[in-house]
Each structure stands twice: as structure tokens, then as C-alpha cells.
């Protein structure tokens, strides 16, 4: 399991959000990169290849104790607890706000999985926490998402809410980096997704990379069990 472990954390390894870092294996999520180029971007569009032996296109982590229910705040300022979307599948994303171009890039790409849902969509939901709520607000963070689909779920930290705690439930790294300012810095974090079951069990990561096409297959084996 520890082994296990370790190879899922390289990849999903901290996703850059700065000029200056690099993906450093082919199997890790891209780097992000405010002047990264198209061809670094996920093909979102590209046709889906068939995953080995018949399984999920995501990786396996139903065994690996991740996850578990957490309260946050949406962008009404009310309490959201995770566990009130049981019945969904959920895509449960980490990132933040100001981040120049892979939360963008993976929000987008759950936007077109939402879309080749179709009537399916209905049970699905897409939430986005905020590791930076210093500057996140319920109201930013809610905004930021709902850009990309108006029924995405934005979440952030607020009283003695605890975004490490939330983190390490999920294995999730996140690092100041660039700081130029108390209020002006990048963050360095973990990407990719995680996909819950419709008992809210953690089932899947999908790394950062992966197309909607993919995606949009795993979430729809999940919906069928």
C-alpha cells in the first residue's frame, strides 16, 4: 500500500502554477504555466482510447483511504458539506482563484465532460476548493467557478474552517510560490481530479492531462453501477 501510495502521489505530483517549473515525467501532470503553450493543454477534443483490460481510464484509488466528508462555505457564505451530494458522482478539483492556467485548462475540461453527459449531467456534480483562502472569499471562489458552468461548486475556507485539514484528507500539497507581495504570489499544487462515487467513496484520480472524452467515460461507468 505504501508503494501504492507513492507512485500515485508522482502522479499527481505539485502542479506548477509558475514560468519557472517543469513536468519532469511523462507520466506527471503538465506544469503550469502562465506562458505554456496550446500544445501543453489537454486535447480535450481528442477521440477517447480504450482503457486497459476494461477499466477505468482514471487511476484506481477506491483502496487507498482517501478522502472522507468535509463542511466548507459556498458562495452564498452558507456551510456545504460534501456529504450533502451523495446520489452524485462528484469531480472534486483543488486549486485557486488567480491560478494563470491549469485551473482554468481543468475547469473547462469538466465543462465539456458536464456536456457529453447529456441528460446524465443531472448527476453529477463539479466542486472547486479554494487552497488559497486568504484571498479566495465564498463569493470570489463561487464566481470563478460558475465562469466555467453555472451549476459548478465553489468552495473555500471561512471561521474555523480548515483548508489543511481538508488537504490531508486528500493528499493534497500546496506552497506559496513567487511572492512578491502579502496579497500578490502564485501557488504551487497539487493537480488533477478526484471522482466519487455516488456514496461519496473516493474511487478515481484523474490526472491533470486527462481529456473529457475519458473522463466523461469513467463518470458514466460510475453513474451505471
Known amino acids: 500500500m505504501k508503494y501504492r501510495y507513492l507512485a500515485l502521489f508522482a502522479a499527481a505530483a505539485l502542479c506548477a502554477c509558475s514560468q519557472q517549473n517543469t513536468a519532469s ?15 501543453s493543454a489537454p486535447a480535450a477534443n481528442a477521440p477517447a482510447a480504450q482503457p486497459k483490460n476494461g477499466g477505468f481510464f482514471g487511476t484506481n484509488v ?14 452564498s457564505g452558507k456551510p456545504f458539506a460534501l456529504s450533502s451530494l451523495k446520489g452524485k458522482v462528484v469531480l472534486l478539483t483543488f486549486g485557486y482563484t488567480n491560478c494563470p492556467d491549469v485551473c482554468p485548462t481543468s475547469l473547462l475540461t469538466y465543462s465539456e465532460v458536464v456536456g457529453k453527459l447529456g441528460e446524465q449531467a443531472k448527476d453529477v456534480a463539479v466542486v472547486f ?53 502579502a496579497d500578490i504570489y502564485l501557488i504551487d499544487h497539487t493537480a488533477g481530479t478526484y471522482v466519487l462515487d455516488k456514496n461519496g467513496n473516493t474511487v478515481l484520480m484523474e490526472n491533470y492531462g486527462r481529456t473529457s472524452d475519458e473522463i466523461a467515460a469513467d463518470v458514466k461507468r460510475l453513474l451505471a453501477s
Open 129 to 181: 476548493v479554494s487552497v488559497d483562502p486568504d484571498r479566495d472569499t465564498p463569493e470570489v471562489v463561487s464566481k470563478f467557478a460558475k465562469t466555467f458552468n453555472p451549476d459548478f461548486i465553489g468552495l473555500t475556507a471561512t471561521g474555523e474552517q480548515s483548508i489543511p485539514v481538508v488537504k490531508q484528507q486528500y493528499r493534497v500539497v500546496s506552497a506559496k510560490s513567487q511572492e512578491q507581495s
Open 62 to 75: 477506491s483502496k487507498d483511504d482517501i478522502g472522507g466528508d468535509f463542511t466548507l462555505t459556498d458562495g
Open 25 to 39: 515525467d511523462a507520466a506527471a501532470p503538465a506544469a503550469s504555466s502562465a506562458a505554456a503553450s496550446p500544445a
